[in-house]
Structures are given as structure tokens and as C-alpha cells.
Nanobody, 116 residues
């Protein structure tokens, strides 16, 4: 019923920037909070950033505060993650999530690799 498609990942040097996008299908995107999560090999999936349905409330993992910014454009049914001052520890597959009460929806993930 709902599809989430991430894009914008890739290879970037330490200190560089990337902007991830997650585009949603369907008509319910604006009703629910969304979030970005990441998972590195051998690690659990962790919350990176979260944004309320209207965009007024955001939350960030301590490790990315001051460097990452989550935003959303409900008219375009898209959530973004601006990633600045990237470091090697940010290397992971990044996933977006739509927090539907009846059941969360996840995207397929996009790889972010920070390396020189």
C-alpha cells in the first residue's frame, strides 16, 4: 500500500556532505511521523533522526546532533536528511521509516560510505 524509496547515498570523503531523500507513494504520508535509521555491518539498526508529521518536532541521535538535519516536504511526500561533516563512523545503510500506527513502513535503504 505504501512504498518508500531512498536516494542520494554514495561515496563521500570525510568532512563532506550528502543529502538523502525518501519519496513516498500513497496518500497518508503527511499524517505520520517519519524517521531515518542506519545500520552498519555487525551493528543494530539505530535511530538517526525523526520528524513529526507536520515537521515541527525533530529528534536526533547524539552522534549526529549539529551535523545532520531532517526535514520534510509533505506536498512532495518526501523526507530529507542533510548530512554534513561526515565521518567514517557514519558509514552505513540508511533507511527511512513511516510510523504508521497500524504498522511501520520501511524503505529499501541507501548506502552511505565515508572514506578517503
Amino acid at each position: 500500500q505504501v512504498q518508500l524509496v531512498e536516494s542520494g547515498g554514495g561515496l563521500v570523503q570525510p568532512g563532506g556532505s550528502l543529502r538523502l531523500s525518501c519519496a513516498a507513494s500513497g496518500n497518508i504520508f503527511s499524517l505520520y511521523a517519519t524517521g531515518w535509521y542506519r545500520q552498519a555491518p555487525g551493528n543494530q539498526r539505530e535511530l538517526v533522526a525523526r520528524i513529526s508529521s507536520g515537521g515541527g518536532i525533530t529528534n536526533y541521535a547524539d552522534s549526529v546532533k549539529g551535523r545532520f538535519t531532517i526535514s520534510r516536504d509533505n506536498a512532495r511526500k518526501t523526507v530529507y536528511l542533510q548530512m554534513n561533516s561526515l565521518q567514517a563512523e557514519d558509514t552505513a545503510v540508511y533507511y527511512c521509516k513511516l510510523e504508521r500506527p497500524q504498522g511501520n513502513y520501511w524503505g529499501q535503504g541507501t548506502q552511505v560510505t565515508v572514506s578517503s
